[in-house]
């Protein structure tokens, strides 16, 4: 059974620096591409960043790139969110999911990510920024 689990979250001031975590076990960990999510008070849920299977392709939507780092351990199935400099609109429930990597290009991947199509879903961090 595929577990997907996020951590790291909190109250976080304006201007500081949490990491995110998600592990996943029930699965090959380097098969999978995988991807972080969020979802704001009132809005729709969208992507953030997604990360190829190796972790030596990363993309980021235009409202984190330069603050936000993607990153991934192999070995200890786990998947990480360096956020910096957060502001009150990153205040969201972050989600993790990952989805087995077939061999396609890293631009199909990330295309799928942006859709949100991926199988296997974490329940979610609250992250919430105050000013």
């Known amino acids: 059974q595929v577990q997907v689990v996020e951590s790291g979250g909190g109250l976080v001031q304006a201007g500081g620096s949490p990491r995110l975590s998600c592990t996943a076990s029930?699965?090959?960990?380097?098969?999978?591409?995988m991807g972080w999510f969020r979802q704001a008070p009132g809005k729709e849920r969208e992507a953030v960043s997604c990360i190829s299977s190796s972790g030596s392709s990363t993309y980021y939507v235009d409202a984190v790139k330069g603050r936000f780092t993607i990153s991934r351990d192999n070995a200890k199935n786990t998947l990480y969110l360096q956020m910096n400099n957060l502001k009150p609109e990153d205040t969201a429930i972050y989600y993790c999911?990952?989805?087995?990597?077939?061999?396609?290009?890293?631009?199909?991947?990330?295309?799928?990510?942006?859709?949100?199509?991926?199988?296997?879903w974490g329940q979610g961090t609250q992250v919430t920024v105050s000013s």
């Open positions: 029930g699965l090959t960990f380097d098969a999978y591409y």
């Open positions: 999911a990952a989805e087995r990597y077939y061999g396609d290009a890293f631009a199909y991947t990330v295309r799928r990510c942006l859709g949100a199509r991926l199988t296997y």
